[in-house]
């Protein structure tokens, strides 16, 4: 079935990073899936991006005003990696409100994908590695707040480690968050998820499926989420710039199919999110295009 998508115009503000970072990946991908047949433009939604109110059920709240004013000091501005400037803002705050949507839609349709969103460096107070929100963590926070949902599982699979959203909602009950990341990537000091799995660089497909295999259904059934966020990043393919892992095309489909069969088959919505991949624009998009196939191969969920 093709999932619900979600795409905001601010999506396609220009962001001026060093390479490899890539900031029109979202208004690609979805070109790429229009053009493969995988978006259906009239399951197309639009999200409101996030306001203040929501911003503050994950970040402080001194921090949203700083970065809302355009005065975030030195320090934490470096720590980001990119310029802040109103592009960035509005990127952000749409992508926010996107993965919030993207729970939303999940909820009620079973699966529906963020085309940006994987914000998860980004800390409370600061900004970190091209991250200057946690859109996941708002995400969860926000469909809590509003009691839709009671226990979320954030699995992680972006090559990096999913730090900053581990140090948000480590205290929060009734949400787990995994990690499956490069032991030598971003960041070198790692926080504490409720499961880390570090992997050595160079690991392949069949260990990794391996190493997923082993929790995640079992994870699935123990826990019996409401709802799962899925950050998809692609940078553990073994072309990637910045990734250390060495998954193939195949192992990052079968990766992606793994996810939304074992999710679909415990009867768990699943909300996604693009994450990381750094490369050639064309490269890097296909591969976040993998998600969407093995999303249309899936019965209706
Ligand atoms: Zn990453």
Redesign the pocket.
């Known amino acids: 079935m093709l999932p619900r998508l979600i795409f905001h115009p601010d999506y396609r503000l220009a962001i001026h990073g060093p390479p490899p970072f890539l900031s029109d990946r979202s208004a690609a991908l979805l070109a790429l899936l229009e053009e493969r047949g995988l978006a259906d433009p009239a399951r197309l939604r639009r999200p409101r991006p996030a306001g203040d109110s929501w911003l503050a059920l994950a970040h402080d709240p001194a921090y949203v005003l700083a970065v809302r004013e355009g005065r975030l000091d030195a320090p934490r501005r470096r720590r980001l990696g990119l310029p802040l400037d109103d592009a960035l803002r509005h990127r952000a705050l749409a992508a926010v409100g996107g993965t919030v949507l993207a729970g939303r839609l999940a909820l009620e349709e079973g699966l529906a994908c963020n085309l940006a969103g ?1 914000g ?1 460096h980004a800390a409370a107070a600061s900004p970190a ?1 091209f991250c200057l929100f946690n859109d996941v963590a708002v995400a969860v926070r926000v469909l809590r707040a509003e009691g839709l949902v009671a226990t979320v599982l954030v699995l992680d699979l ?3 480690q999913g730090d900053g959203t581990a140090a948000i909602l480590g205290d929060d009950p009734g949400v787990v968050c995994v990690s499956l990341h490069c032991r030598t ?2 960041p070198s000091h790692k926080a504490r998820s409720s499961l880390d799995i570090a992997l050595e660089p160079g690991t392949g497909d069949r260990e990794y499926l391996a190493a997923l295999q082993r929790f995640l259904p079992s994870l699935l059934d123990r826990l019996r989420p409401g709802l799962l966020f899925y950050n998809a ?1 692609v ?1 553990p393919h073994r072309d990637d710039r ?2 250390r892992l060495a998954l193939t095309d195949r192992g990052l489909a079968e990766r992606d199919a793994l996810v939304l069969e074992s999710c679909r088959r415990a009867g768990v919505p699943v909300a996604t999110v693009t ?4 490369g050639p624009p064309e490269a890097v998009v296909a591969r976040h295009a993998l998600l969407f196939e093995a999303a249309a191969a899936l019965p209706a969920w």
């Open positions: 994987g998860h590695g972006d090559v990096h990537n971003y990043g940078d910045l990734g994450g990381g991949g750094y």
